[in-house]
């Protein structure tokens, strides 16, 4: 019974809009580190948490959390597409043994996931289909959201999960930190962006698809040279959520509030909650340690962006 973590911020503007040479060769350079790392540890299975942004789940009915029985990529901003590499019958395993915790979470047959699953997949293990993974979805960008202590008990019962299958796994977290890139709001929508919002935004034709795209490469260019046209980083309020993970300072993860988060650090800021979920999981195997932690703020990406592993101390869980 041995797990490790690692945690790492996506963007969709890899290739599109990208930082100054010697910003992107470290990025680069930590993601080849922590490939590395993972690879020395060679998981049996990977559970990976992450948001959608309206890609995969709608209004139309939005779980506050989902683990996918199967799953399929739709290769967004040039990412990987296909199917994941789901061991179905331990997904359900997986469900099933949340639900007996007390842990009310939905499943699907037919998941649709974007670049904040398929990236680190690629990124960290070389495809979306290199390891088997059981995805799991936490509803980051769809007002209302869940709280920081509920991710943190969804982790904490997925790592009591894992604790029980005998087998090394890698607990991944993808998203944050600060950031609030030009996402619609069902509050503020008009009626043809209501009407995507409420799930005819599953499939997407390739034009309207390409225009969405479009803008969110053109407000990264924006904000490049405004770092106020969106929510501006907050690199401090980013360290010291970074630093509150390191130590295992649960209660005052879960005393963040959802809309201080949003004011502080922008809205999409709340995919942070994906490194909580997958901390409480490993901290469900023992005492941990983090290694190789990782931060900068890159206009570019409209990120906080970051990096960190972790590892129980002695590397075997507690019996």
Not at 135 to 162: D, H, K, M, Q, S
Not at 216 to 224: E, P, S, W, Y
Not at 235 to 258: I, V
Request: aromatic residues 8%; proline residues 8%.
């Amino acid at each position: 019974m041995t797990a490790r973590l690692q945690c790492l911020s996506h963007t969709p503007l890899v290739g599109h809009v990208d930082p100054a040479q010697d910003v992107l060769h470290e990025v680069r350079q930590t993601i080849a580190e922590a490939r590395d790392w993972i690879a020395t540890f060679d998981p049996e299975l990977v559970v990976l948490f992450s948001p959608d942004h309206f890609n995969g789940f709608f209004y139309d009915t939005m779980p506050p959390f989902c683990i996918g029985m199967q799953a399929h990529a739709i290769g967004d901003f040039g990412t990987p597409a296909g199917p994941l590499n789901v061991p179905q019958e331990l997904a359900r395993d997986c469900v099933q043994a949340l639900l007996e915790d007390g842990v009310d979470v939905a499943m699907s047959y037919t998941m649709q996931v974007d670049h904040g699953f398929s990236q680190p997949l690629d990124e960290l293990l070389g495809a979306i289909d290199a390891r088997p993974v059981i995805p799991v979805f936490i509803n980051a960008v769809a007002a209302p959201l869940p709280t920081f202590a509920r991710a943190r008990v969804l982790g904490e019962a997925i790592g009591r999960f894992a604790r029980s299958l005998n087998r090394r796994v890698l607990f991944v977290g993808s998203g944050g930190l600060s950031h609030q890139p030009p996402v619609p709001e069902l509050a503020t929508a008009n009626e043809h962006i209501r009407d995507r919002l409420l799930g005819s935004g599953r499939n997407l034709p390739p034009a309207e698809r390409e225009a969405r795209q479009q803008r969110v490469i053109h407000a990264a260019l924006r904000f490049i040279e405004d770092q106020h046209s969106l929510h501006p980083l907050n690199p401090q309020w980013d360290r010291h959520f970074m630093e509150l993970l390191s130590q295992g300072r649960f209660a005052e993860l879960d005393a963040l509030r959802n809309d201080e988060v949003s004011r502080l650090a922008g809205r999409s800021t709340h995919e942070v909650k994906t490194w909580v979920a997958a901390f409480a999981a490993l901290s469900s195997f023992g005492a941990y340690e983090t290694r190789a932690p990782y931060y900068r703020p890159i206009p570019e990406w409209i990120a906080g962006f970051g990096a960190i592993g972790a590892q129980t101390q002695t590397g075997v869980a507690v019996a």
